[in-house]
């Protein structure tokens, strides 16, 4: 069955400023045409996405090795002997997937980075309390055995469980494997959006429905330098009143940025046809004005997209990053928007003719310029904009028979909710 994707194309001018930076404090660039791009990474943009996404949506996730120390906390909150509540923390982890979630390097962790619901500890701290008297005695009998035990042993809550290879064996479990597994494997909308690694818990792994291209500038970029001195406002008498001086990194570039949403794998991950909708929407925002924080306060890159354009397909998405592998050149007086524009045109018309029309069901855009541009419905705004190309995403393309199945581009709501 083929798929509805939906594709977003955004030019972006930002001017001095380090949105992403390199290991060593640099801004990060990439090569594409033979020539050096600004860039900024994937993970970074779709970093600010997320938390865009859930402080509109007010649903929260949160990426953490740190769960067993986090319950602690929130069991000794609630009431618990600190000692019970760590070993109780411990025994979440333990009692996790057929093998129990292994140790971090650091207490009361797990090595495996868990992305989660925020409010699991809640849940968590519930099933806890529903076990409470099972806990407290096999944590009695555990610290008896400890106290008999050599000096230097560890109390039981901070010894590290069994060698990952060694399932914990069901009968000494002290919790319901599958109540555990059910909270922590439990999604949120930028879950099912984003995806989710967790291979040690069955059904813990989610397919994400976004791809996100790293940005990249559509010209020739180099990092700038910027020297600069704090003043001391305190001097001592006979110095030069300088408390540090070093240099700083930035760099100016229009950006080209891409994601596409997989309107199928998302429908497929939520099961819910107007809950895919809704996140499609609040996706789309979260894409367009969404801002990599770093260096915001001496650098406040707060600019909007000068152009973004969508498109809606069916079988493979396309990406306009070729439109710039031949580095945009500025005019004489002037800057690289516009003719970032024109490349992007020209593109996007020369895959319409190899490709054809017949599975871009429909395109449109909005930009701040006036002019009308060869890229489908021109849209006054953003808001105009997210609300079309949403409602168009979710539009079943109607099919002649003889192609039924050939090219379906949508799961019925019915398909959706029993997968």
Same mark, same amino acid.
Request: a neutral charge; glycine letters at 6%.
């Given at each position: 069955?083929?798929?509805? *994707?939906?594709?977003?194309? #955004? /030019?972006?001018?930002?001017?001095?400023?380090?949105?992403?930076?390199?290991?060593?404090?640099?801004?990060?660039?990439?090569?594409?045409?033979?020539? $050096?791009?600004?860039?900024?990474?994937?993970?970074?943009?779709?970093?600010?996405?997320?938390?865009?996404?859930?402080?509109?949506?007010?649903?929260?996730?949160?990426?953490?090795?740190?769960?067993?120390?986090?319950?602690?906390?929130?069991?000794?909150?609630?009431?618990?002997?600190?000692?019970?509540?760590?070993?109780?923390? %411990?025994? $979440?982890?333990?009692?996790?997937?057929?093998?129990?979630?292994?140790?971090?390097?650091?207490?009361?962790?797990?090595?495996?980075?868990?992305?989660?619901?925020?409010?699991?500890?809640?849940?968590?701290?519930?099933?806890?309390?529903?076990?409470?008297?099972?806990?407290?005695?096999?944590?009695?009998?555990?610290?008896?055995?400890?106290?008999?035990?050599?000096?230097?042993?560890?109390?039981?809550?901070?010894?590290?469980?069994?060698?990952?290879?060694?399932?914990?064996?069901?009968?000494?479990?002290?919790?319901?494997?599958?109540?555990?597994?059910?909270?922590?494997?439990?999604?949120?909308?930028?879950?099912?959006?984003?995806?989710?690694?967790?291979?040690?818990?069955?059904?813990?792994? $989610?397919?994400?429905?976004?791809?996100?291209?790293?940005?990249?500038?559509?010209? %020739?970029?180099?990092?700038?330098?910027?020297? *600069?001195?704090?003043?001391?406002?305190?001097?001592?008498?006979?110095?030069?009143?300088?408390? &540090?001086?070093?240099?700083?990194?930035?760099?100016?570039?229009?950006?080209?940025?891409?994601?596409?949403?997989?309107?199928?794998?998302?429908?497929?991950?939520?099961?819910?046809?107007?809950?895919?909708?809704?996140?499609?929407?609040? *996706?789309?925002?979260?894409?367009?004005?969404?801002?990599?924080?770093?260096?915001?306060?001496?650098?406040?890159?707060?600019?909007?997209?000068?152009?973004?354009?969508?498109?809606?397909?069916?079988?493979?998405? $396309?990406?306009?990053?070729?439109? *710039?592998?031949?580095?945009?050149?500025?005019?004489?007086?002037?800057?690289?928007?516009?003719?970032? #524009?024109?490349?992007?045109?020209?593109?996007?018309? %020369?895959?319409?003719?190899? /490709?054809?029309?017949? &599975?871009?069901?429909? &395109?449109?855009?909005?930009?701040?310029?006036?002019?009308?541009?060869?890229?489908?419905?021109? &849209?006054?705004?953003?808001?105009?904009?997210?609300?079309?190309?949403?409602?168009?995403?979710?539009?079943?393309?109607?099919?002649?028979?003889?192609?039924?199945?050939?090219?379906?581009?949508?799961?019925?709501?019915?398909?959706?909710?029993?997968?």
């Amino acid at each position: 069955m083929a798929s509805r *994707f939906l594709e977003l194309h #955004i /030019l972006h001018n930002v001017p001095a400023s380090r949105l992403n930076s390199n290991e060593d404090g640099e801004p990060k660039s990439l090569t594409y045409g033979n020539v $050096v791009r600004a860039c900024v990474s994937s993970q970074c943009w779709k970093h600010a996405v997320r938390h865009t996404i859930e402080e509109q949506a007010q649903e929260y996730a949160t990426r953490t090795r740190n769960l067993p120390y986090r319950l602690t906390e929130h069991l000794t909150a609630d009431g618990w002997p600190p000692d019970l509540a760590a070993y109780a923390a %411990a025994e $979440v982890a333990r009692c996790a997937g057929p093998k129990g979630l292994s140790p971090g390097k650091e207490p009361q962790s797990t090595s495996t980075m868990l992305y989660l619901p925020a409010d699991v500890l809640t849940g968590l701290a519930a099933l806890c309390q529903a076990h409470r008297d099972v806990l407290t005695q096999a944590a009695k009998k555990a610290a008896d055995r400890a106290s008999q035990a050599a000096p230097d042993t560890p109390p039981p809550a901070a010894r590290k469980p069994a060698g990952k290879k060694r399932r914990t064996a069901p009968d000494t479990r002290l919790l319901p494997t599958a109540d555990v597994n059910a909270l922590l494997t439990d999604r949120t909308g930028t879950i099912n959006l984003l995806g989710r690694m967790l291979t040690d818990i069955p059904g813990g792994t $989610v397919s994400g429905a976004v791809d996100l291209a790293p940005a990249f500038s559509v010209h %020739a970029a180099d990092s700038q330098p910027d020297w *600069f001195t704090a003043v001391e406002d305190w001097p001592r008498p006979g110095t030069s009143g300088s408390a &540090h001086m070093d240099t700083a990194y930035f760099t100016t570039a229009t950006l080209y940025r891409y994601a596409c949403l997989n309107i199928t794998d998302l429908q497929r991950n939520t099961g819910d046809l107007d809950h895919a909708r809704r996140l499609t929407a609040l *996706f789309t925002e979260a894409f367009i004005l969404s801002m990599p924080q770093a260096k915001r306060t001496s650098t406040a890159p707060h600019t909007l997209p000068h152009l973004v354009h969508y498109t809606i397909r069916d079988r493979r998405p $396309v990406s306009y990053a070729p439109a *710039f592998e031949p580095p945009v050149k500025a005019p004489r007086a002037g800057g690289y928007t516009t003719p970032a #524009i024109q490349s992007l045109c020209a593109y996007a018309a %020369a895959t319409d003719r190899l /490709l054809g029309t017949t &599975h871009r069901h429909a &395109h449109g855009y909005t930009t701040l310029d006036e002019d009308e541009l060869p890229l489908g419905t021109a &849209h006054r705004g953003y808001h105009d904009l997210i609300t079309a190309c949403t409602a168009a995403a979710f539009t079943p393309t109607p099919q002649p028979a003889a192609e039924s199945g050939l090219d379906t581009p949508l799961l019925p709501a019915q398909a959706a909710a029993a997968s």
